[in-house]
């Protein structure tokens, strides 16, 4: 996955992570699933299976003891009523059940896909991936436990390759907790009340410091998608550009890393095989070439990367380059690898008066925006995304914040297309913890580090 990523005060890198620099890309081994000729990619979105977990805050965990990650949700005995579910989608609003609004607490979520058996024929790694699942995810395949995650706006990933079965149906199941504490990103505490004139025995509500819906559900899209044996890892892009005389030159320092499977630490070198990196403009055509896993690609006559109705008249705005690279192995009976990442040719500076993207003054026109919607509450709707971003330029904006949490790499990649600037923000809001208080929950959650383009995620 990429992002770009200098940040303005460390402050802000762990509390607001506003990050305002356009000159890094990078990932940290979560690259977006993306087909090629050596990967492919499978949707598990649709409509799947989904029950709350217990009928106060005293039994939530039934599905944990009675082990409903082990079959289909409705062969569950005494598991209870089954309701469809569609992914991605918030589950508050789908029902017409206020026991499914305001449930806090577990959930279960279960679905059945098949595999092409040609994925175990060459010999593919096997992975599966949720864009996000909020808040605190635990997740089984055929019976087995894959990964767990905290945190509800960002994507995981769990190697499934030695879990995926190829001659029968594969069993998908997650437990979701939506429940906030002080030890989560953002806060939350339980309340229950001791008048119970007034309220029922096992009555519970969830009290936070901040002013939108606590929305639940597995929010982005989920796929399954395969790598060869050794892949393409990680892509680290660093942009800038010089002007000699009337000629404007890109320059794109990058890193490609490579490995032999998810769980393992070890990075190849280049002893190993040889990256070959094209650069394409938006028609294709190379302008840049190399032969290394890391170096520098000079591109004369850049296009640079502009925001709506903000760069000289004769820029085209949003110019996006492809970063081509592609993993050769030396020697080895092994499939290689290929990966395409966009990108724009930029650069980010603040002075004390200015805020310049490339050299000029940008000046910010636009709104505050949540991924909040009608009935499917912050799950991913493509239509909703580009309608919106058409209003949005309608009415001459050119930038969002995003109130408060890391948005959804399908609405980043769209704004890098459109042109939209977008102040990406970490879900720290209304935090009541001091800075090294809140430190120990930073080191097992996830922290965003992002600007115009789709985030970093820091484990």
């Not at 706006?153 to 979701?176: G, I, S």
């Not at 119970?196 to 819906?213: A, C, G, L």
Request: hydrophobic share 35%.
């Amino acid at each position: 996955m990429m992002g770009r990523l200098r940040s303005l005060d460390i402050l802000y890198l762990f509390l607001l992570c506003i990050v305002y620099s356009l000159r890094i890309v990078r990932s940290l081994g979560i690259l977006y699933p993306r087909e090629s000729e050596s990967r492919e990619v499978k949707s598990l979105d649709g409509i799947w299976s989904f029950r709350l977990d217990g009928k106060s805050s005293s039994d939530f965990e039934n599905g944990f003891s009675e082990k409903w990650f082990s079959k289909p949700l409705d062969e569950e005995c005494g598991s209870g009523e089954v309701e469809l579910m569609p992914v991605p989608s918030s589950f508050n609003d789908i029902t017409q059940k206020k026991s499914v609004r305001d449930h806090i607490g577990w959930v279960w979520y279960e679905t059945t896909f098949w595999s092409p058996k040609r994925w175990f024929q060459d010999e593919k790694n096997v992975f599966i991936r949720f864009g996000s699942a909020n808040y605190f995810a635990v997740v089984w395949m055929n019976g087995e436990h894959v990964t767990n995650h905290t945190g509800g706006h960002l994507p995981f990933v769990a190697d499934v390759t030695n879990v995926v079965r190829y001659d029968r149906p594969n069993l998908l199941v997650v437990a979701l907790n939506n429940t906030l504490s002080q030890t989560t990103i953002p806060q939350g505490s339980l309340y229950q009340p001791t008048d119970h004139s007034r309220y029922p025995m096992d009555f519970t509500s969830q009290n936070y410091n901040f002013d939108y819906f606590h929305f639940a559900g597995i929010h982005r899209p989920v796929y399954i998608y395969t790598t060869p044996k050794i892949y393409i890892d990680d892509i680290t892009i660093v942009t800038s550009y010089q002007t000699d005389v009337a000629i404007v030159s890109g320059i794109i320092g990058y890193t490609v890393k490579i490995k032999e499977s998810l769980g393992s630490n070890s990075i190849l070198d280049e002893a190993f095989g040889n990256c070959i990196v094209a650069i394409r403009d938006k028609n294709g055509h190379k302008v840049g070439v190399a032969r290394t896993c890391s170096g520098i690609i000079q591109i004369p006559n850049v296009h640079l990367w502009w925001p709506y109705l903000s760069g000289p008249t004769h820029e085209e705005p949003a110019y996006l380059y492809t970063f081509e690279v592609s993993w050769i192995l030396h020697g080895r009976n092994i499939e290689d690898d290929v990966y395409r990442l966009q990108f724009g040719i930029r650069t980010v500076e603040s002075t004390n008066t200015s805020f310049l993207v490339n050299g000029h003054p940008f000046y910010f026109r636009g709104f505050g925006r949540h991924e909040d919607y009608n009935i499917r509450g912050r799950g991913v709707d493509l239509v909703h995304l580009v309608k919106d971003h058409n209003l949005l330029k309608w009415s001459g904006a050119n930038s969002y914040r995003t109130s408060h949490y890391p948005y959804a790499e399908e609405i980043l990649d769209l704004t890098d297309r459109l042109g939209i600037v977008v102040i990406d923000e970490s879900p720290a809001i209304g935090l009541r913890s001091t800075f090294v208080q809140i430190l120990p929950v930073l080191s097992t959650t996830s922290v965003v580090l992002t600007e115009f383009g789709t985030p970093l995620d820091v484990e």
